[in-house]
């Protein structure tokens, strides 16, 4: 079997948004949540792609995603707010919260949006992207479920918990960092469980406290936050972030739809955006971050290339031809579309 295979975006996006509206999501919804994942797979970004594509539409079915929530905004003060999201999938919570910030923004030169009753969002820089291509600087938070336990702990306590921060350049590629605050992202484990691959050294411990490069004794056991005690630090304080401005739970509060897709995760996000312009200007701001960017960039010697970041995943996504998807995942939507009764989508050699 191969371990991979190459589909064009196009089929796969038609795929996702038919998967999408076969499970009551409206068609403006299911094509914005198709996008994200389609991205995330062309920059390579594969525990954010389609391999979550079964789990949504396993949740969508048993009622752990709401294919149509009615979402509302309350807020006390000029500038920020909270945004019900009635469980929605997460990319339309966070489209919602991404034009609030800008609306807000706009006016206010810094915006906030806490979110709860959410669920998983994809890929942060989906949004931060979005924010940037307005001139914004931008944070991004979110709680998920128990994966995680604190720097000398035991029990699954935090969330991946990942943290993208965005801000606008005029290199053309936003200067972006979105990354999980374990050692791995757990969509990660879960690819590598289907693939029936090792994960890295150092990523989790067995249900025993073990170290293990077994996914299958990871999931059962915890992962391991990135940089010892002063990374678990950063997640602890994410999740304080995320979740506790609005009624959303922290990750041991929480039964995540890995397990049982019916549970209404009631994911906290929280995305501040601040608007370039309101200080020494659109253009000056993009200007400084392109001149960091190639700073970075030229640091190294002549025979090694260095990177800002951002650019590894910007770069496989343009000089992608079609998009390569792990067998597994390819398998998993051979079999999402006979359950659906769908037309499988077509694979490229």
């Known amino acids: 079997m191969q371990n991979h295979r190459r589909f064009s975006a196009q089929h796969l996006n038609r795929f996702a948004h038919e998967v999408l509206t076969a499970r009551g999501v409206p068609t403006a919804?299911?094509?914005l949540t198709a996008r994200s994942l389609v991205q995330a797979d062309q920059r390579g970004i594969y525990s954010h792609?389609?391999?979550?594509?079964?789990?949504?539409?396993?949740?969508?079915?048993?009622g752990g995603i709401n294919p149509t929530p009615s979402m509302s905004f309350s807020t006390q003060k000029a500038g920020v707010a909270v945004l019900d999201a009635d469980a929605a999938?997460?990319?339309?919570?966070?489209q919602a919260a991404v034009d609030r910030v800008l609306e807000v923004g706009r006016s206010?030169?810094?915006a906030a949006v806490a979110v709860h009753n959410s669920s998983h969002y994809g890929a942060g820089a989906f949004w931060s992207d979005q924010l940037a291509g307005a001139g914004f600087l931008c944070f991004l938070t979110s709680s998920t479920g128990p994966v995680v336990a604190p720097h000398g702990g035991a029990e699954k306590v935090l969330g991946t918990n990942p943290l993208t921060l965005g801000a606008p350049s005029a290199d053309g590629w936003p200067l972006t960092a979105d990354l999980a605050t374990s050692n791995g992202a757990y969509g990660k484990v879960i690819a590598a469980r289907n693939e029936g691959t090792a994960l890295p050294e150092g990523w989790a411990v067995d249900a025993a406290g073990n170290p293990t490069t077994d996914p299958v004794a990871a999931a059962e056991g915890s992962m391991i936050?990135?940089?010892?005690h002063k990374g678990s630090a950063v997640a602890v304080l994410l999740e304080a972030f995320a979740a506790s401005l609005t009624d959303a739970t922290f990750a041991f509060e929480t039964v995540d739809i890995w397990s049982n897709p019916a549970s209404r995760m009631n994911n906290g996000h929280l995305l501040i955006g601040i608007d370039s312009a309101a200080f020494t200007g659109r253009g000056r701001t993009e200007a400084r971050v392109a001149e960091l960017q190639q700073h970075v960039r030229a640091s190294g010697p002549s025979d090694r290339t260095v990177h800002s970041p951002g650019d590894p995943e910007r770069i496989r996504e343009s000089e992608a031809e079609g998009i390569t998807l792990p067998a597994s995942t390819a398998d998993q939507l051979a079999q999402l579309a006979d359950q659906l009764s769908l037309q499988p989508v077509p694979s490229h050699t």
């Open 29 to 31: 919804d299911a094509h």
């Open 108 to 110: 206010q030169g810094i």
């Open 89 to 94: 999938l997460g990319q339309v919570a966070m």
């Open 225 to 228: 936050p990135f940089g010892g």
């Open 49 to 62: 792609g389609l391999l979550r594509l079964p789990l949504y539409s396993e949740a969508l079915r048993l």
